[in-house]
């Protein structure tokens, strides 16, 4: 009779989850029960109940219709604006100029990664002013720092022998990179911009709350004025975005094979 | 001139360091009269440029196209401008098709790098240097790959080619009957030492057996058969000194 | 040496390039349009003057105590935030995985006299749980803002909701992939669906189900800093505070307390989920 080996690992992380969360919850003194009863509890049954019918006037669904186009104009620009960046920023950051550039290149490249998009869409609009253009700056700044960073793992990886036979023919170096290595890094390069691109989509939905454009903003807006119904139409259509993209991607991928 | 010798005898490094891919750590080398890694780096690349290499393992990107492949060998001559045009609509098509149809290629002009065999993209490596047109041409076992009656149009190729237009050639063989065949003036490499530098009439069987002593009992050929010493054909260059010492 | 002169091949690539620029103007060009796309806004006097104060005012970071004390109350409270906000989701959505789990079905292994009735059940859960995460957290941060006024309890709700939709997916594809012998034996023998899912299931998925869970409470940071900006507590409410009023120290010191925060986080939870293999 072998007895099953008690693991005690996870429990004991459980437990120590629990102690976590009641801590929590202590720290930050939200009376839930308050919130969900009485008066609290009538508000928001009526708030949460303006949100049915959802607006669904053709002068509004149109306007919704503009915000979905101007939502995948900011991800798709951005999503371009980032690839040239991190293409860019990936050759210093790989090591292929000289060894001294790559720990600054990483730098800047995790500088852009680390801070959240939103907070560039902030930065963005102080420095492009309110609308879609900053939410596209916001997105090209930050996604280039995602995609350098996977840009120049893949030069590293790439071989160095086609390009290193062309110099070796007199060629300049540049020409020399466009024809020995870039056919080989770019499939790689285009795959994980369209995969951003995906994740892309979704973010610019939202930078729009600070005033980035794109349904975003309009969701702002309709809830600043308690237009509730409005905005149930533009939640519907996030969902709607977010569903489309997933099921194509999908079908796309195994479309062109695994 | 034709350079043999046995595995790890340094026939790569010597073709190297002629193109100068490969420093020299002692020792001088002399190119078209001056020490290459002496010049500053404009002048060196328009001494490589004139400098083609057919590498034992082409070194061509797997989703490239032949046409692109091949035009790639003028790259030094071309500058930025017209090589980046190039790649989005090829420049010289009809040049690449006739540099490919004296290998019998021509067909696969538009075929992408990895659809072809190590046979044919070996070939492909040497119409880009037909197509670069350079003063010297280095071949490190150029047909490796190939079988005995391709190898022999292939090394034809090459060696009428440097005839033809006056460059030097230097290629380093495995198949020795190969090297008495076509070239004028064969040098064994044994160790990294020249054992010896001479017209093919002049090679005795006992000179090569010693040769590859270390690697073989049997002199390399290019269908194992025993290696016929030619009686006197020996092609003599047309008139221009080589271009290296 | 002549032979016949073929007429120069034309570059069977050429259309299909042609083609595919012609395709990415037509697409490119409403696409500026659209996304307001204009460089030389950037170089407008009036906002360069501001962007340039306000990015000078970044060095040095804001260390006055008084503030430091600001900064470490407001990541305790997003750390506090993004942890209340996963009990929540665990409450939520580990229940609802339970309900979805086909492991746990009776009418699987006997009689399937009600087996429209398991479905019916089923769908609409399911349908709930996608709505949970089709909505981005933040919106739902925005939603509870509106609903429960600005500060933290907007925060641990919108993660509560969104995340317990996330792990509920991903619970169930947990149990889904375990080995379901031991739940379905436990049935077969007549036990409550419970005590299947306690002895059967849960001891073969719990080290995955911890790993994610921990996985996730990092992501958790991350959303919670994020949805701070419209309003709901912590560390991202503070900062938006201070670049609405373009103090550039405060929102530097701000900017490396939330780096901070992620580095921990990714260590603490690399850490648990090393210790769980």
């Not at chain 1, 454009?213 to 977010?242: C, R």
């Not at chain 2, 054992?195 to 269908?223: C, G, I, K, N």
Request: proline content about 7%; some cysteine.
């Amino acid at each position: 009779m072998s007895a099953r080996p008690f693991i005690a690992a996870p429990w004991a992380v459980l437990a120590a989850a629990v102690a976590a969360s009641a801590a929590s919850f202590a720290y930050l003194g939200v009376d839930f029960i308050a919130l969900f009863t009485g008066d609290s509890a009538s508000q928001m049954a009526r708030f949460a109940a303006g949100f049915f019918p959802p607006d669904l006037s053709p002068e509004f669904v149109a306007r919704t219709g503009r915000g979905v186009a101007e939502t995948l104009a900011i991800s798709a620009l951005g999503t371009i604006l980032a690839a040239a960046g991190g293409a860019l920023l990936a050759l210093p950051a790989s090591g292929r100029w000289s060894v001294w550039l790559r720990p600054p290149a990483r730098l800047v490249l995790n500088v852009l990664r680390a801070i959240p998009e939103l907070v560039w869409a902030v930065f963005m609009v102080l420095a492009a002013g309110l609308g879609p253009f900053a939410g596209c700056l916001a997105l090209a700044v930050h996604t280039s720092g995602v995609l350098g960073r996977l840009f120049a793992e893949t030069l590293e990886n790439a071989p160095p022998e086609p390009a290193a036979a062309l110099r070796n023919a007199g060629s300049g170096a540049t020409v020399a990179f466009l024809y020995g290595t870039l056919p080989v890094v770019l499939p790689q390069y285009v795959s994980y911009a369209l995969y951003r691109w995906e994740y892309n989509i979704r973010m610019a939905a939202v930078l729009g709350f600070v005033g980035a454009g794109g349904l975003g903003q309009m969701l702002y807006v309709s809830l600043s004025v308690f237009k509730t119904h409005e905005a149930s139409t533009l939640i519907l259509a996030m969902i709607a975005i977010v569903t489309v993209v997933d099921v194509a991607s999908a079908w796309l991928r195994r479309f062109l094979g695994s | 001139m034709a350079v043999i010798g046995p595995s790890g005898a340094g026939k790569t490094s010597l073709l190297r360091v002629l193109g100068t891919a490969l420093r020299p750590t002692r020792g001088g080398l002399t190119i078209g009269g001056s020490d290459p890694w002496r010049l500053a780096r404009p002048a060196l690349r328009r001494l490589r440029a004139r400098i083609g290499t057919v590498h034992q393992a082409p070194p061509l990107p797997p989703r490239q196209r032949v046409v692109t492949a091949v035009l790639a060998g003028r790259l030094g001559a071309w500058g930025f401008w017209k090589g980046f045009a190039s790649l989005a609509h090829p420049l010289d098509i009809a040049g690449a098709r006739a540099a490919l149809a004296r290998l019998d290629l021509d067909e696969r002009l538009f075929d992408r790098c990895d659809r072809l065999s190590g046979g044919q993209l070996q070939r492909v490596g040497v119409a880009r240097v037909l197509y670069q047109r350079p003063d010297l041409i280095l071949a490190d076992e150029p047909v490796s790959a190939l079988d005995p009656q391709l190898s022999d149009l292939t090394v034809g190729v090459l060696a009428t080619e440097a005839q033809a237009r006056g460059v030097s050639l230097v290629a380093s063989l495995h198949a020795v009957d190969l090297a008495l065949k076509w070239f004028p003036r064969i040098i064994g490499l044994r160790d990294g030492t020249i054992a010896f530098d001479l017209p093919p009439a002049r090679v005795t069987r006992p000179m090569l057996r010693e040769l590859y002593a270390a690697e073989s009992r049997v002199v390399p050929t290019q269908d194992n058969e025993p290696v016929a010493l030619p009686d006197a054909r020996p092609r003599a260059v047309a008139g221009a000194p080589p271009l290296c010492r | 040496m002549s032979a016949a002169v073929l007429p120069v091949p034309r570059d069977p690539a050429l259309g299909t390039r042609l083609v595919l620029v012609a395709v990415a103007l037509l697409l490119l060009w409403p696409a500026i349009e659209l996304a307001e796309f204009d460089p030389r806004k950037l170089a407008d006097p009036g906002t360069l003057a501001v962007m340039g104060r306000f990015l000078s005012t970044f060095f040095p970071p804001a260390t006055s105590p008084e503030f430091l004390a600001l900064v470490l109350r407001s990541t305790i409270e997003t750390l506090a935030l993004a942890t209340a906000g996963m009990t929540l989701a665990v409450l939520l959505g580990l229940p609802l995985a339970m309900l979805v789990s086909e492991s746990l079905s009776t009418s699987r292994i006997g009689p399937a006299r009600h087996a429209w009735l398991g479905l019916a059940a089923r769908l609409p859960v399911r349908a709930v749980l996608i709505f949970m995460r089709s909505i981005p957290e933040i919106v739902w941060a925005l939603l509870f803002v509106r609903a429960v006024g600005l500060g933290a309890a907007a925060g641990v709700l919108a993660i509560g909701i969104s995340y317990a939709g996330m792990l509920g997916k991903v619970y169930f594809e947990i149990f889904e992939s375990g080995d379901t012998r031991p739940a379905r034996a436990l049935l077969e023998s007549g036990s409550a669906r419970v005590h299947a899912f306690a002895y059967g299931i849960v001891p073969v998925a719990l080290p995955e189900l911890v790993s994610y869970t921990v996985y996730r409470w990092e992501c958790a940071i991350r959303a919670s800093v994020v949805m701070g900006f419209v309003g709901a507590g912590g560390l991202g409410q503070q900062m938006e505070l201070s670049m609405r009023m373009l103090a550039g120290g405060e929102v530097a010191t701000m900017l490396l307390a939330f780096l901070a925060l992620v580095m921990i986080a990714d260590g603490v939870s690399a850490l648990l989920r090393r210790v769980l293999v």
